[in-house]
């Protein structure tokens, strides 16, 4: 039959020992519901949460709804920067500068020559001028320089005073980008080489080995007697009458 003693009395535990035993699963208890209750998350932190990633997705739902009309866009834009050819954008940047530079006072004393860099979708050309002008002057010209349709920006820029300190001398490198020919810039189809036929040359029929002509017997020559014998040669025996 099962015991109907308490955990206590099997292990002969006293009243004090009993009660510093359940102080010390009421601790473990309270820590525990302490722990369990702050990894639950807030409702209101949840909500927000979720209203945050639907207004993100919205978001990009539009934005993939106008891929067509980026991709036209992108097409348009193509077309219009490769209708520029390479002579054109040279003299039309001169133009640029030259209009620029008289209509704002600035006194331009030397002019570079024109350089070209390019990669495999822009033709960078800079140009180099040394100019000399008062203060507001140059300001006028690089305000309208930024705000003109052209599109050439200054990269570089170098000012000092005159002697007379009245103006300011100087110069500066002016940069325009223009967009390659997109049918130019495409890579041929490298055309193959066709295999010319290879003649065959005859082989020659290797030529019947000519019989070799008999050689001609050695003649046996008689066999010398060998010895110091001497032979008696016989006389015929006389027939008598």
């Given at each position: 039959?099962?015991?109907?003693?308490?955990?206590?009395?099997?292990?002969?535990?006293?009243?004090?020992?009993?009660?510093l035993v359940m102080i010390v699963i009421v601790?473990?208890?309270?820590?525990?519901?302490?722990?369990?209750?702050?990894?639950?998350?807030?409702?209101?932190?949840?909500?927000?949460?979720?209203?945050?990633?639907?207004?993100?997705?919205?978001?990009?739902?539009?934005?993939?709804?106008?891929?067509?009309?980026?991709?036209?866009?992108?097409?348009?834009?193509?077309?219009?920067?490769?209708?520029?050819?390479?002579?054109?954008?040279?003299?039309?940047?001169?133009?640029?500068?030259?209009?620029?530079?008289?209509?704002?006072?600035?006194?331009?004393?030397?002019?570079?020559?024109?350089?070209?860099?390019?990669?495999?979708?822009?033709?960078?050309?800079?140009?180099?001028?040394?100019?000399?002008?008062?203060?507001?002057?140059?300001?006028?010209?690089?305000?309208?320089?930024?705000?003109?349709?052209?599109?050439?920006?200054?990269?570089?820029?170098?000012?000092?005073?005159?002697?007379?300190?009245?103006?300011?001398?100087?110069?500066?490198?002016?940069?325009?980008?223009?967009?390659?020919?997109?049918?130019?810039?495409?890579?041929?189809?490298?055309?193959?080489?066709?295999?010319?036929?290879?003649?065959?040359?005859?082989v020659a029929k290797p030529e019947p080995a000519?019989?070799?002509?008999?050689?001609?017997?050695?003649?046996?020559?008689?066999?010398?007697?060998?010895?110091t014998k001497r032979i008696i040669p016989t006389?015929?025996?006389?027939?008598?009458?």
């Amino acid at each position: 039959m099962a015991s109907n003693e308490s955990i206590f009395e099997k292990l002969n535990l006293s009243s004090g020992e009993r009660r510093l035993v359940m102080i010390v699963i009421v601790v473990l208890m309270l820590a525990l519901v302490w722990m369990v209750w702050g990894m639950i998350p807030d409702p209101g932190a949840t909500k927000n949460e979720i209203a945050k990633a639907q207004t993100q997705l919205n978001s990009f739902t539009n934005e993939i709804s106008q891929i067509n009309d980026y991709e036209k866009e992108i097409r348009k834009l193509e077309g219009m920067g490769s209708a520029v050819v390479p002579i054109e954008q040279e003299v039309n940047m001169r133009r640029a500068i030259n209009n620029l530079t008289a209509a704002n006072g600035v006194q331009v004393t030397r002019t570079g020559r024109m350089t070209t860099k390019t990669n495999d979708f822009f033709l960078e050309k800079s140009m180099r001028i040394d100019f000399s002008s008062r203060e507001s002057d140059i300001v006028k010209f690089l305000w309208k320089l930024g705000g003109s349709d052209s599109m050439v920006r200054v990269s570089e820029m170098r000012i000092r005073p005159d002697k007379n300190r009245y103006r300011l001398d100087g110069w500066m490198n002016l940069t325009a980008s223009y967009q390659k020919d997109v049918k130019a810039t495409k890579p041929k189809p490298a055309t193959e080489a066709k295999a010319k036929p290879v003649e065959a040359k005859p082989v020659a029929k290797p030529e019947p080995a000519k019989p070799e002509p008999a050689k001609p017997k050695a003649e046996t020559k008689p066999a010398k007697p060998s010895g110091t014998k001497r032979i008696i040669p016989t006389r015929r025996a006389r027939k008598t009458q």
